[in-house]
């Protein structure tokens, strides 16, 4: 997956609340990754990040074009809509919360077409008016390069794994790389528009 990619996936994990601004997860990514915690975590983490949606229809009777409706408050479109739909049932119904029978259908019946396509070697639809967001996938690879202007090249940091299956020291070695990455580029900024000014 592209570094454009990944950062979708961060800005998923920002409107989910998993993790802060700054890209330090929060306590709900720990407990999501523990799994007797895991389908409470979910639940609330869906209620609080949907709350607009939730607090207007009942998952548990909604129909498919009521959910369509929902979703729009989010201002996702195409195939982001489409992703963004199956993700909040699928999510739902694995924290426990109940789902209407109508909206598990329609998802069975995109996910069958889906992979009917797949195996036909369709190429998958793609929408020019995505806005960033994308559910978090179980596997992911993250790519991220800083240019070094005094060694006249750059630096990638690149990854494949579970950002959920991260904890403890290998959680916290990813942010630390991630946060150093970001306050070399900031730094390095400050520097070109000092010495573009004339600065020393």
Aim: charged content about 25%; proline content about 4%.
């Amino acid at each position: 997956m592209s570094g454009t990619k990944a950062r979708y996936v961060l800005v998923a994990f920002r409107f989910l609340g998993l993790i802060d601004d700054d890209g330090s997860p929060k306590p709900d990514l720990a407990q999501l990754v523990e799994v007797r915690t895991r389908a409470q975590t979910l639940k609330r983490v869906i209620e609080h990040s949907y709350s607009g949606l939730l607090s207007k229809m009942d998952l548990a009777k909604a129909s498919p074009s009521e959910l369509d409706a929902g979703l729009r408050i989010y201002n996702v479109t195409g195939t982001t809509h489409r992703k963004a739909k199956g993700f909040l049932i699928r999510a739902a119904q694995r924290s426990g919360m109940q789902v209407s029978g109508h909206l598990m259908k329609r998802t069975r019946m995109a996910g069958t077409r889906s992979t009917r396509r797949r195996q036909v070697g369709s190429e998958p639809q793609t929408d020019s008016q995505d806005n960033g967001w994308t559910p978090p996938a179980s596997r992911q690879v993250f790519s991220r390069t800083v240019r070094l202007p005094q060694a006249a090249g750059t630096l990638t940091l690149s990854g494949s794994f579970d950002p959920f299956g991260l904890r403890g020291q290998e959680r916290e070695l990813f942010y630390r790389l991630a946060d150093l990455l970001d306050e070399f580029e900031k730094q390095e900024g400050a520097q070109q528009r000092k010495t573009a000014r004339g600065g020393v």
